[in-house]
T-cell receptor, first 113, second 112 residues
């Protein structure tokens, strides 16, 4: 079983829709939770970063963490064609003096006109 | 504010060869991590360098090695290349070992 599970999609939605992206994880030691956006053949771009259970909002994006259920979500409101990308969830773990990120496989999102 | 930069952008090598990839961290950052991203997969952690020392290592063979220089830039070396080493290699930087990581554009390595 992978430490982080993420539905790879693809997910296709009409412009203006609310998008829900989700990840589950098995390691309760994960401390920080992030969402990255990756356009084709580019590096991941940090979207949201949180460390506690609850919601965090930034513009059209809301990140939700439920540590008791080991479940995180990213909601995108009023989705735009420019949101079409792969969305990666990532979780950090501090061990041995270092900090590594463990990623999901990514969900490919397409927002259509 | 300069972000994370990586060179080269693309690289083609043959099996058995050796390759060196380079990374300069974001301005003000002192920690560099390397990740391998195969097509259709999420990035996999290779190792992290802080204060010129390898602080943590992922599940990669010894063929993968690295170095961090006094100016915080870093190199990733891969020896005895295999076809399966073909991937996007990503460098990420942060401050210390406890903050969020910002990624560069990556180096796409193709092994023939």
């Amino acid at each position: 079983q992978k430490e982080v599970e993420q539905d790879p999609g693809p997910l296709s939605v009409p412009e203006g829709a609310i998008v829900s992206l989700n990840c589950t994880y098995s390691n309760s030691a994960f401390q920080y939770f992030m969402w990255y956006r990756q356009y084709s053949r580019k590096g991941p771009e940090l979207l949201m970063y949180t460390y506690s259970s609850g919601n965090k909002e930034d513009g059209r994006f809301t990140a939700q963490v439920d540590k008791s259920s080991k479940y995180i979500s990213l909601f995108i409101r009023d989705s735009q064609p420019s949101d079409s990308a792969t969305y990666l969830c990532a979780m950090s773990l501090f061990t041995g003096g270092g900090n590594k990120l463990t990623f999901g496989t990514g969900t490919q999102l397409k927002v259509e006109l | 504010d300069a972000g994370v930069t990586q060179s080269p952008t693309h690289l083609i090598k043959t099996r058995g060869q050796q390759v060196t990839l380079r990374c300069s961290p974001k301005s003000g950052h002192d920690t560099v991590s390397w990740y391998q991203q195969a097509l259709g997969q999420g990035p996999q952690f290779i190792f992290q360098y802080y204060e010129e020392e390898e602080r943590q290592r992922g599940n990669f063979p010894d063929r993968f090695s690295g170095h961090q220089f006094p100016n915080y830039s870093s190199e990733l070396n891969v020896n005895a290349l295999l076809l399966g080493d073909s991937a996007l290699y990503l460098c990420a930087s942060t401050v210390g070992v406890g903050d969020t990581q910002y990624f560069g554009p990556g180096t796409r390595l193709t092994v023939l």
